[in-house]
């Protein structure tokens, strides 16, 4: 299903011309072509019954050692709207476990762990889940409330994909949320059995992601660093976006809710306000520094390069720094599982441990911003 963006190019420029001449002659686009078949491909409408609102549709597999990957992922805000190219390929890039005595410090993207069987006991059908290819676990189901206005109240949807590395003592859990409002939720759960010998050691888990954005096509896409600043002592605010011209890395400041934005030069919605796609961290705790380079920024920016796929060697890949503006953009995301183990992963019993340790999650948010004229669940 992998194929090079060199060709994916004249695809999706064809796929683009033949979605403006039917959008000329239908009142609802239809879909684009798409790279994948059968169960890799997903095509959901929400809501699941009843009239559509918006749409998702992308491809998917498994690979040693990145567990589940999206391809080709579009969405389609309303049944009248073209479908806006989002994600040419989302995945785990590196998963960096450093203990606190110094060693170990895995790589476990590079040992090419392979996925674990899933079966209904994973994946419910009672629950709106069903299992693809004996190894994923697809879930339709309510994700909460949307909104709510004193008695008036609309509830969301998603579409959620997970999958398992089975690496060594541990699994970790890969998965992707796509939502009826036109966000992606990528998280990392880290789970199973502590290390044997070294079961009550501190670590950390290190998900990076590698999220090639092709926001409405590749060839014009920049990136913004957003920012926001509490002008103390004034009781004033300031909302900041900066061009990010060259590659290179940036910390995140909770204090500053800063974030990565995509933009595309031509892509505006229908009020022409310009449409782009946030990067916002979801952390659970902090996220980690460790004395390995890459590990010192939690985002990193680069130019699509397709010999560019491993988190660990990201400094590297800037030096030297080329430029983003109108350009083939990367983003890279680091977040962090501090597993500091507790009596409730487990015990001693007869000389030997027995126990699991409970799931614990980190990951980010991808957030349209000005992609709908107006949301489409409040009439």
Known sequence: ?????????????????????????QAQTPPPWMPCS?????????????????????????????GLVIHWAYFRPTPASAWVF????????????????????????????????IGP?????????????????KEVHDRGLSWKADDEVFRGEEVVLWSALAAGNYNYVIEWAFRDDGIVVGRVGATSHNLPGREMEAHVHNPIWRLDVDLNGWQNNSVELETHTENLPDITATDTETAITVEGGYEWNPHAFSGLAVYDKFLMNGKRNRTSYQLIPLPNGGLSRHQEAFTEKDFWVTRYDSNEMAARNLPSYISPPKSLTDSDIVLWYKGSVHHHPRDEDGEILNGAWHGVALIMWTGFMLKPHNLFDRTPFYK
């Open 121 to 137: 006991n994973d994946c419910p059908p009672s629950l709106g889940g069903a299992v693809l290819a004996g190894n994923v676990c």
């Open 38 to 66: 059968g169960s890799n491909l997903v095509d959901q409408q929400f809501p699941t019954t009843g009239t559509e609102l918006t749409h998702w549709r992308f491809c998917w597999e498994t690979l040693p050692g990145n």
């Open 1 to 25: 299903m992998i194929f090079s963006k060199t060709l994916a190019r004249i695809i999706f420029f064809a796929a683009v011309l033949s979605l403006a001449s039917s959008h000329r002659m």
């Open 86 to 117: 989002l994600l040419w390929d989302a995945r785990v890039s590196e998963i960096f476990v450093p203990y606190h005595t110094g060693n170990p410090r895995y790589y476990d993207v590079g040992f090419l762990f392979p996925v674990t069987s």
